[in-house]
């Protein structure tokens, strides 16, 4: 990939990551976009699919299309093909021909049944507990070359550092909507806590071993039990706020 092409790619990929909402529309658009850069370099139709590994299971996250993600599925379901041997190698594989390739008869077998005659596995690090690789699909044997393994390559690198960035985005998005979460469930138990004392005239910490002996013998999480107390008190929703 050269430095002009690179750095348009590195744009176009940043672009791709402001444009999303989560690390799973954000790969759908990076595998539409591999698919094209490819597509542009080979001067004809390459599909790809995105294929994700956490503890050593891989699964289709992605594709370039509804037909690319049946065709990442086909290795998913056999367990074998040149995607999971980019995964398990970090190094780049090519199947350059399904009629000759010895390596995986039943992979191939199952391609040339769907017209694709040869493809390529680009492995994407992410981080210590997961990786990701991008399949490429083409209809003629020999479309993988060298210059166009090149550009997979290059196109493979950019990505990585825009997938580490969605990763590390999505997973700090999670932990403050699981933080939110906590803290709408622990402000409702502290409220049907006040009620419950209240109702009893008794101590704080008597009333959360009230609510504490019910959750035990409903076999109900504390806050759920909470939720009851607060809507048998009023028939309009109780919720919690908190301001950004």
Not at 27 to 40: D, H, K, P
Not at 101 to 113: I, V
Not at 151 to 167: I, K, M, N, P, Y
Request: glycine content about 6%; aromatic content about 4%; charged content about 25%.
């Amino acid at each position: 990939m050269t430095n002009n092409l690179g750095d348009e790619a590195a744009l176009q990929l940043q672009d791709l990551l402001m444009g999303t909402e989560n690390v799973e529309d954000f790969l759908g658009r990076l595998a539409e976009f591999a698919a094209s850069t490819l597509s542009n370099a080979a001067g004809a139709e390459i599909e790809c699919g995105v294929t994700l590994q956490r503890r050593k299971k891989t699964a289709t996250v992605a594709g370039s299309s509804p037909r690319a993600v049946v065709l990442d599925r086909i290795e998913q379901s056999l367990g074998e093909g040149p995607c999971i041997e980019a995964l398990r190698t970090r190094s780049v594989v090519l199947l350059a021909d399904v009629h000759t390739d010895p390596r995986w008869p039943a992979y191939q077998r199952e391609l040339a049944a769907q017209g694709v005659r040869s493809t390529l596995g680009v492995p994407l690090e992410i981080g210590k507990d997961a990786a990701a690789a991008l399949n490429f699909f083409g209809a003629k044997t020999d479309m993988f070359t060298e210059d166009i393994i090149a550009e997979a390559s290059g196109f493979a690198d950019l990505a990585e550092r825009s997938l580490r960035l969605a990763v590390r985005i999505g997973t700090a998005q999670s932990r403050a909507e699981d933080l939110k979460a906590a803290m709408e469930h622990r402000t409702s138990i502290d409220l049907a806590c006040g009620v419950v004392m209240a109702q009893n005239r008794c101590s704080q910490e008597e009333a959360m071993g009230i609510l504490t002996r019910v959750s035990s013998n409903r076999n109900q999480k504390l806050r759920d039990v909470a939720a009851d107390v607060l809507r048998n008190l009023t028939a309009a929703e109780v919720r919690t706020h908190f301001d950004a």
